[in-house]
């Protein structure tokens, strides 16, 4: 709870900042909306420990299935320094657990596999090359990751802060219309105490193409 609140209160700050730059645009200032779809490879899940009866116990890092990704994202640039801009964007993946043998207490034992889905609201600080046809262009931001794990008709979901990451180069095809390859990496821990019995590091590695619209 204490996380989440944490998570809420600097994610209004960022909000709030997100509002006031759009606040200040001009016939200037370049926005912008895009679409996003592509493939997820995740790390394995690290740092596995037992919550609940089974609190204390470590276990052998999961390996994830690759997934599809997609999402939407909405950009602005500065008016006045146009290499500079904020983005907010969501996203949606589905690495379920494999069933796979895990190592506890230095027994191996195999285990079944669960369902994992990860949608992630990030706001994202942006830089990039203004070029006139082709820009590439980095970000860093905070993610808020809303992972739900379902198990034999039960399920677990957690909210936590995480990292947002991102690099890729966009071509404009027209004056407005622009394609975009993009690699992005997300890194949270998510703890699922009631069906699942377990808490994790989480991280994924994003491949992404996209179409935006440019104002």
């Known amino acids: 709870m204490k996380r989440l609140g944490f998570a809420l209160g ?12 759009l606040s200040g645009r001009s016939a200037q200032a370049e926005m912008y909306v895009a679409g996003q779809i592509g493939y997820t490879s995740p790390n394995n899940l690290s740092n596995v420990q037992g919550t609940g009866a ?11 299935h690759d997934s599809i990704v997609y ?5 602005y640039y500065l008016p006045s320094v146009n290499w500079l801009g904020v983005e907010t964007e969501i996203f949606n993946t589905t690495p379920q657990v494999k069933q796979q043998p895990i190592t506890i207490l230095g027994m191996t034992a195999p285990a079944p596999g669960f369902n994992l889905n990860v949608f992630t609201w990030a706001i994202n600080a ?7 046809q082709f820009q590439p262009y980095a970000g860093v931001g905070v ?3 809303f992972a739900e794990a379902k198990f034999q008709g039960q399920s677990d979901k957690d909210v936590a802060p995480g990292l947002n990451a991102l690099a890729g ?14 690699y992005k990496y997300n890194r949270a821990a998510f703890d699922f105490p009631d069906a699942i019995g377990l808490k994790a590091d989480y991280s994924a590695n994003h491949f992404l193409g996209g179409v935006s619209l440019h104002f």
């Open 71 to 75: 999402g939407a994202k909405v950009g």
């Open 126 to 132: 942006m830089v990039r090359y203004p070029g006139k």
């Open 169 to 182: 180069l966009r071509y404009f095809a027209t004056d407005r219309i622009a394609l975009f390859a993009e």
């Open 10 to 21: 600097l994610w209004s700050l960022l909000v709030g900042l997100c509002c006031l730059m």
């Open 143 to 145: 993610g808020l990751f």
């Open 54 to 64: 089974i609190s204390g116990l470590s276990f052998s890092d999961l390996k994830l």
